[in-house]
């Protein structure tokens, strides 16, 4: 069974820290893929990122990092000197290569920034 | 329009209605998701359409939920007798092709059974 779990349900920080976010992640499939979504109040999702899982090197997209680690099951998002933009609710996803694609999300983690 | 479009946005009907949601999804991609988002929770896949067709409807919760894409690009999600319990957003992605390409999201039908 896939399953993805984001322990963390709510985050507060104040603007210019930086935040991490976790999501670890269970599947029996040897390839797969990982995303993370943005899902502002507006509702819809933004797509960040899509990591397969034959590439562990770390990504580094502006203020945004993730750092995929295949021993512990993980993919977590950090975000360097946050800001009050980046207040949303963030979804860690899964979903099995080779699959219809459709993907198995966590619970979400709300972000507040504050200024 | 450029991305997923999704109408209703907000839908309030009651208990024991029909109701159907219709997405249209970014012209020329082939896949079709929907996702129900219950308020506090990820969302969970309902069905995918691969041109069509419904590649994949394991998500579908029983039989009062039903999907069609009858030409392969506007979806229509259908519920009967709906149940409080049906009351969530309504998600609907497209992408070019399926195969672990990105999705795009729409902003979603709220839909509240009274």
């Known amino acids: 069974a896939q399953k993805v779990t984001q322990a963390q349900t709510e985050i507060s920080v104040v603007e210019k820290e930086d935040v991490t976010l976790d999501c670890v992640y269970e599947?029996?499939?040897?390839?797969?893929?990982l995303f993370w979504y943005k899902q502002p109040p507006s509702g819809e999702l933004v797509f960040l990122i899509r990591r397969n899982s034959f590439d562990e090197q770390n990504e580094i997209s502006g203020r945004y990092s993730w750092n995929f680690q295949k021993s512990t099951s993980s993919f977590n998002f950090t975000i360097t000197a946050s800001q009050v933009v980046d207040s949303a609710v963030y979804f860690c996803?899964?979903?099995?290569?080779?699959?219809?694609?459709?993907?198995?999300f966590g619970q979400g983690t709300t972000l507040q920034v504050k200024p | 329009g450029a991305g997923v479009s999704q109408t209703p946005s907000n839908k309030v009907t009651e208990k024991g209605k029909y109701v159907e949601l219709r997405c249209d999804p970014i012209?020329?991609?082939?896949?079709l998701y929907w996702y129900r988002q219950s308020l506090g929770q990820g969302p969970e896949f309902l069905i995918y359409f691969q041109g069509t067709g419904a590649a994949d409807d394991s998500g579908l919760p029983n039989d009062r939920f039903f999907a069609v894409r009858p030409e392969g690009s506007v979806s229509t999600l259908k519920i009967q007798r709906t149940e409080r319990g049906d009351s969530a957003v309504y998600l609907c992605a497209s992408s070019l092709t399926g195969e672990n390409t990105e999705a795009f999201f729409g902003q979603g039908t709220r839909l509240t059974v009274v």
């Open positions: 996803a899964l979903n099995q290569l080779g699959n219809t694609g459709k993907l198995i």
């Open positions: 012209s020329g991609h082939t896949a």
């Open positions: 599947t029996r499939d040897t390839t797969y893929y």
